[in-house]
């Protein structure tokens, strides 16, 4: 796929909300009904996460979405505890924010979710998203965060009614001049998967391909992010470890580097 210039406006705090306010409901389930929909999205967490996180679900509700449940490194990622941050509203949530990043992680979002809303349910779970912005940490320091919506649960008549949100300190794989972006899997035909950014820098919003990879690819990178050897890869895996340098070289060609460190941050920035 060729790179595309695609010349989008930037959203504003007020008209996001207003966006949002068409897909809030007013239904409420029992909490630990909605705990074991989104457990085994929970339990795989550990095993995917590239760095500190902490996973929230929220209710999409009026007047505003509700964080109802919290757990992992929240105080570190955020100054506040599990308790503050269910109570605090949306402005103060995205205080903690970056002023640069801020209104481009909400320009993404009026972006991405009505394309998932006009997908099938069961093409839902194949296109995913990650957006990376700078949050404030419990130093008052911004770090940059991936922000990943691993599960959404819709009702009966296709209304979001939950969201899961994971937050993962990512900071030691960006690059000191990136800006805040936003990366899209549509594998919602297994065959022809496609991967693209979003980037806000320099005032440009630019779709970029990303290198077509494979599941095991996409493990191989993640485990290689967190300083596995190609042998320890080959264990956890359940493969050979030649299997393992095979697929590294075809990776290294893909993006066009020359070792494993450089496949991490050229994976991780787009």
Known sequence: MDKQNIQIQTISQKRFYELWEATRSHVTDDENQ???????????????????????????????????????????????T????????????????HSEDLLSIMTYISIIFPKIFSLLSDQRKNFNFTMYARIKNHNDQYQWNSIQYP??????NDQLLYGMVLYTNVHHLMKPDVSSIMTVLDATSPEKQLFTYYSSKEQQWIEKP??????????????????KASKQIADILGITKNTVDNHRQRLLKKFGVHSSAELVIRAMNL
């Open 210 to 227: 990303y290198p077509p990879t494979s599941q095991r690819e996409r493990e191989i990178i993640g485990l290689l992010s967190q300083g």
């Open 34 to 80: 909605i705990y074991e929909f989104f457990k085994p999205y929970i339990d795989t967490i550990p095993k995917l996460v590239l760095g500190e996180y902490y996973w929230q679900i929220f209710l999409n509700t009026q007047p505003f979405p509700k964080i109802i449940i919290v757990d992992g490194s929240v105080k570190n990622l955020t100054s506040m």
């Open 82 to 97: 599990a308790e503050e941050l269910i109570s605090v509203g949306p402005e103060e949530f995205f205080s903690r924010y």
């Open 151 to 156: 599960a959404l649960y819709f009702d009966e």
